[in-house]
């Protein structure tokens, strides 16, 4: 079946620094999502992709989606505490958009 | 998120006992879904509904049970066959048109001692 792999697992950052976590699936992905879980809480919806190739932003988070729609990344640029929690993409495949895989996540940790 | 309920928030069973998990929504979204979590790993999805009495099975769904007799409602049995039972579950449903985003419950944390 479809796989989402993500990495890193785990990233510790100071305050300020930037940050990526990549996500690669084993099929080709109709859409992707990313969602954050902020410690103790649930997923968040946060944005998603449609088209290949295709940049969004939002404030200091900049996503993209790969040009073959199996491979996406999130950058944070100068990270706040705020930013703290577990980052999941997740996608939709096969031609079901109900069904959704999500990836392990990178769980993000700063240090004011 | 808002519009959709889980109770309880935490949940305490024996081993061998069946449990059941509550998840209601006012949000009038069609497709609804369970979720497990546990620590270190993604999300598994456990079943799904994309419509009033109508599911079909997820990735795990072996020791669970669902229905879908209401549209605002999709309870989850987590039965004594289910190996590993405590966990993080999570409920979700998913809107229409083209986002296809998912808004979650705030979760139950189920501990089966």
């Known amino acids: 079946g479809q796989q989402v792999m993500q990495i890193p697992q785990y990233q510790h950052v100071q305050e300020g620094e930037d940050f990526t976590t990549y996500c690669n699936s084993s099929t080709t992905l109709s859409n992707i999502q990313w969602y954050k879980q902020r410690p103790g809480g649930h997923p968040v919806f946060l944005i998603q992709l449609v088209k290949s190739g295709e940049v969004k932003k939002q404030k200091r988070l900049t996503f993209q989606f790969g040009e073959a729609k199996k491979n996406s990344s999130l950058h944070i640029t100068a990270t706040q505490t705020t930013d703290v929690g577990t980052y999941f993409c997740a996608g939709y495949s096969g031609g079901s958009n109900y069904k959704l895989t999500f990836g392990k996540g990178t769980l993000l940790t700063v240090n004011p | 998120d808002g519009g959709i309920t889980q109770s309880p928030k935490y949940l305490f069973r024996k081993e061998g006992q069946n449990v059941t998990l509550s998840c209601e929504q006012n949000?009038?979204?069609?497709?609804m879904y369970w979720y497990r979590q546990d620590p270190g790993q993604g999300l598994r999805l456990i079943y799904y509904?994309?419509?009033?009495?109508?599911?079909q099975k997820g990735d795990i769904a072996e020791g669970y049970s669902v229905s879908r007799e209401k549209k605002e409602s999709f309870p989850l049995t987590v039965t004594s066959a289910q190996k590993n039972p405590t966990a993080f579950y999570l409920c979700?449903?998913?809107?229409?048109?083209?986002?296809?985003?998912?808004?979650f419950g705030p979760g139950t944390r189920l501990t089966v001692t």
């Open positions: 509904s994309q419509i009033v009495n109508d599911f």
């Open positions: 979700a449903t998913r809107a229409r048109g083209l986002s296809y985003e998912q808004y």
């Open positions: 949000l009038n979204h069609d497709a």
